[in-house]
């Protein structure tokens, strides 16, 4: 008995200070949490950066006299080298470590903002712009990678809907920061702004990330016809989808030569990743079933965050006749509702299964762009206001899900390719995704014109009617009636073929969501995310 109590003594004092000890392991550095915030600062910039001159193209234009074909290179050639540079990420950070890398990702970025605040005409604008895209590419998937690997999994209900929210936050309110500053200053305001919080980021990640040591002999082994492959392959796709539908696609000989040159260097970079020693980008990650299908899942998000994103504001301008200010503070709503969603989403991923939150957010996306297949010509911002509530909670209860399930399973020495890849099935996703709407609204509003168009004929009593009230109104002005009230018909009949074929899209949007409902099922269930320090492997 004496023995027995002993040993029982034993193991009790034995595991209290295994307890006390996994209990200090989990407390996390101040000098690390400090660096982790300035990245996450430095992740901010470089996504809000995509979209922050999107509300604020026309004045860019004006202030540099450029043509109206030159001007949305000012956005192509930022997202063009971003995409390159995000699945890069992993491999270099590998190779000269978080901190070199980071650190010289912000400073260039930063540098890259100032230049871009300078540029005197269209040319040097790109040249910065493209700057810009390709070296803040290399914060994004650092931060996740960062997020998965010095934090315990116990950490994750607070990590996790950070990066998650401003993942999503930067380029929904990217626009709504845009206008503001160009209404209120300047458009060299757009680049200005990141100089200042851009010297802090590189001084305070140079100072205290020390997650990882460089592997500086990985470098003799670098791909270099891999990298040129890839940088073909992504550079060529983001391309013709960027700019297809403006150059009415396979009709414009540089679509053709862009989707081929993508075509040819995907081809390259597939071979060279599974049969070079030191592949630029490792896919092995998706063997990993919750990484491939969390992969899918990021791709559909990002068609409906930057989808949605795009589209609002369109409806906004052309219909409502919005400034950039007032989209701004329309599509305010949806950045409020993911920023008061976003502690009670980490809280749920403690509590409950991941993928019944990942079908609680697809729900309420999908029950928010259902709301919107019945818009009309008069919805304004309190029609608009419960489906971007739901917009906005749907993509937090669905993003903190996703981050964990994809690359909470991964081992650290996985974690940072993955992390680039993973980052780049979301913009990629944003990028097709775009396309598509952009050439569904083009293509269906051509429809319903047709179809419109069909029932105004004189046989059409109340079409006669509404002519004949509209000429009328005209004449008492002088004016000659018969031609104004055609023209005048001709704008209605225009304006309700575009809110129809904005109408079909959110039916899409609904379809995509609801069958994303039934693909959550195909996800093994995941390890709980709460209580134990375990390493996530």
């Given at each position: ?478 004016l000659d009636g018969a031609t104004g009230a055609i023209r005048q018909m001709v704008q209605l009949v225009t304006k309700q073929a575009v809110v129809m074929s904005f109408s079909d899209v959110f039916l899409i949007l609904t379809v995509l969501f609801a069958m994303m409902i ?20």
């Amino acid at each position: 008995m004496a023995g027995s109590a002993t040993t029982t003594a034993g193991s009790i004092s034995s595991a209290a200070p295994a307890s006390a000890a996994q209990k200090v392991d989990e407390k996390m550095p101040t000098g690390r949490l400090i660096a982790f915030f300035a990245m996450v600062v430095g992740m901010f910039m470089s996504i809000l950066d995509i979209q922050i001159v999107s509300a604020s193209l026309s004045e860019i234009q004006a202030g540099l006299s450029a043509g109206s074909d030159e001007i949305g290179w000012v956005q192509t050639s930022y997202l063009i080298a971003e995409v390159i540079m995000i699945p890069l990420s992993g491999t270099l950070a590998r190779i000269v470590s978080t901190r070199y890398l980071f650190a010289f990702s912000a400073a260039g970025f930063t540098a890259a903002s100032a230049l871009a605040a300078t540029a005197s005409n269209i040319d040097q604008m790109i040249v910065y712009r493209a700057i810009q895209g390709f070296i803040g590419g290399g914060m994004i998937p650092s931060v996740f990678a960062a997020a998965f690997t010095i934090f315990p999994p116990s950490k994750r209900a607070f990590v996790s809907p950070i990066i998650g929210l401003i993942a999503t936050l930067a380029p929904t309110i990217g626009p709504t920061v845009g206008g503001y500053l160009s209404n209120a200053f300047s458009w060299h305001w757009l680049f200005l702004v990141n100089i200042i919080p851009g010297i802090f980021v590189t001084i305070l990640t140079w100072r205290f990330i020390d997650f990882d040591k460089p592997e500086l002999s990985l470098f003799k082994k670098f791909d270099w016809w891999g990298l040129a492959a890839m940088g073909v392959f992504l550079g060529g796709l983001e391309y013709v989808l960027e700019e297809g539908n403006s150059n009415d696609w396979f009709n414009d000989h540089m679509i053709v030569i862009g989707a081929i040159a993508s075509g040819l260097g995907c081809l390259v970079f597939f071979y060279r990743a599974f049969t070079s020693e030191f592949p630029v980008v490792d896919l092995t990650a998706f063997t990993n079933r919750n990484f491939a299908f969390g992969s899918i899942f990021s791709f559909v998000m990002g068609i409906g965050l930057y989808g949605l994103t795009y589209i609002y504001p369109v409806y906004l301008s052309r219909i409502r006749g919005y400034d950039s200010q007032m989209i701004g503070e329309t599509m305010f709503v949806s950045g409020l509702a993911m920023f008061v969603t976003a502690p009670i989403a980490g809280k749920l991923s403690t509590k409950m299964d991941l993928r019944a939150m990942m079908v609680i957010g697809f729900i309420s996306f999908a029950s928010g762009t259902y709301i919107m297949t019945g818009i009309t010509a008069d919805w304004d911002f309190y029609e608009l206001l419960i489906p971007q509530i739901l917009r906005g909670f749907g993509l937090m209860m669905c993003m903190v899900p996703i981050n964990n399930i994809a690359l909470g399973t991964l081992s650290p020495a996985r974690i940072r390719g993955a992390s680039g890849l993973f980052n780049l099935t979301r913009n990629l996703g944003g990028a097709v995704g775009l396309a598509i709407i952009s050439t569904l609204l083009s293509n269906r509003q051509d429809v319903h014109y047709e179809r419109l168009r069909e029932h105004l004929d004189w046989g059409n009593r109340i079409a006669s009617d509404q002519l004949d009230s509209m000429a009328s109104n005209l004449n008492t002005y002088g004016l000659d009636g018969a031609t104004g009230a055609i023209r005048q018909m001709v704008q209605l009949v225009t304006k309700q073929a575009v809110v129809m074929s904005f109408s079909d899209v959110f039916l899409i949007l609904t379809v995509l969501f609801a069958m994303m409902i039934l693909g959550v099922a195909a996800i093994e269930k995941p390890a709980p995310q709460g209580g134990g320090g375990g390493s996530g492997h």
